[in-house]
């Protein structure tokens, strides 16, 4: 990982023009990464308003929150998101279509405009719980080849696994706001210089340690929790005196975005198990939008991302918004996570 001086400091246009340069990249994938910064950069005011802006709260009408598919109730962030996003991605000829946590069902662009060869999926904010009260949220997205022979695509052909992806990224909402991308070639951060309007690549090659001492994990679900989980985090909690032999730290934004983006930078494991509030759905985080873009940025900087069973990147995808159980960041502690799994599943075969 090498942290960039200030006189030689890329803007993520420049560093894509060489992603293309390199064979990385094609000219049409290079816009929709530059679209979607743009896009980010609107959120990023949008969020940044606050209470100023009138974007707090719920959307719909006072005490008749709007759902999204997934039974949960919007904010207005989440809409304004949304819609930023779609806007932005309508019409530069790049994209097939898009698929989004806050949208039932895939979008084709539209046929007034020229189709290009991408599908574009994304959790347009990520972490709406913390919208209101200012603790950092963000946007996640995964890029995806639009098939062969296919003109007008519609939810299947977007259930890819998540190693077809040919980018994914995130941009927090935080203190500052960082764009973390991989194009399949190492997991990069761009810092939006607010001065100058433009993403500026801060560290390139992202390397998360393979041991930690850190955990994220929502413990108020600990009772529900199945044995392994329970039998995994007891030996954390054990800490120096117990099985693993040291102390374990533990955080918890509760956004995905934050979360992941404290262990990339210093190391750690995050996990949303199956919970007994859960498990009939397969999980909390979404398959597509959430955890293989994540894992793909993991993995590209050395780290891990496993259900706790299977490799999440190898999971064959049966649903837009189907959940899946996470386990993701440093090597070593996904390892030993997984192992708890795979010790409890041999000994109740
Ligand atoms: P969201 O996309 O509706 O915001 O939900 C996803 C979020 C993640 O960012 C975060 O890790 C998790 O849900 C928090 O869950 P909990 O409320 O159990 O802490
Ligand atoms: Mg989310």
Redesign the pocket.
């Given at each position: 990982m090498s942290s960039i001086t200030p006189t030689s400091r890329h803007s993520l246009t420049r560093f894509l023009i060489e992603e293309e340069r390199a064979g990385h990249i094609g000219p049409d994938l290079r816009l929709l990464i530059e679209v979607v910064a743009r896009a980010c950069k609107r959120i990023s005011i949008e969020v940044g308003k606050g209470a100023l802006g009138g974007v707090l709260g719920d959307a719909g009408t006072p005490g008749a929150a709007s759902m999204n598919i997934?039974g949960?109730a919007q904010k207005k962030l989440?809409v304004i998101a949304n819609d930023v996003l779609m806007e932005a991605n309508a019409w530069g000829g790049h994209l097939a279509g898009l698929a989004s946590?806050e949208m039932d069902h895939s979008v084709p662009i539209d046929d007034m405009y020229p189709r290009g060869n991408y599908l574009l999926l994304f959790?347009p904010?990520?972490?709406?719980?913390?919208i209101d009260v200012n603790i950092s949220?963000?946007t996640i997205f995964s890029v995806l080849r639009c098939p062969e022979g296919v003109t007008v695509p519609a939810d299947e052909h977007y259930l890819q696994p998540g190693t077809s992806q040919l980018a994914a990224g995130y941009c927090t909402y935080g203190p500052n706001t960082t764009l973390v991308l991989t194009v399949g070639h190492g997991t990069h951060a761009f810092t939006l210089d607010r001065e100058i309007g433009s993403f500026m690549l801060t560290t390139r090659g992202m390397q998360i340690p393979a041991e930690t001492q850190e955990f994220a994990v929502?413990m108020?679900?600990q009772r529900h929790w199945q044995p392994p989980m329970q039998a995994y985090v007891a030996d954390l909690l054990a800490g120096k005196t117990g099985p693993r032999g040291k102390d374990f730290n533990m955080r918890?934004?509760?956004?995905?975005?934050?979360?992941v983006h404290r262990l990339l930078t210093r190391g750690g494991i995050?996990s949303?198990p199956l919970d007994a509030k859960c498990e009939a759905k397969g999980g909390?985080?979404?398959l597509m939008y959430?955890a293989n873009p994540m894992a793909m940025l993991v993995e590209q900087a050395g780290g891990a991302a496993s259900t706790g069973r299977q490799r999440m990147l190898e999971v064959q995808p049966t649903g837009l918004h189907q959940r899946v159980p996470v386990f993701l960041g440093s090597r070593n502690e996904v390892e030993a996570a997984v192992t708890y799994h795979r010790q409890h599943d041999a000994a109740t075969a």
């Open positions: 997934q949960e989440d946590e959790d904010l990520d972490g709406s719980s913390n949220v963000g929502n108020s679900n918890w934004v509760a956004s995905m975005v934050a979360d995050f949303y909390k985080l979404r959430e």
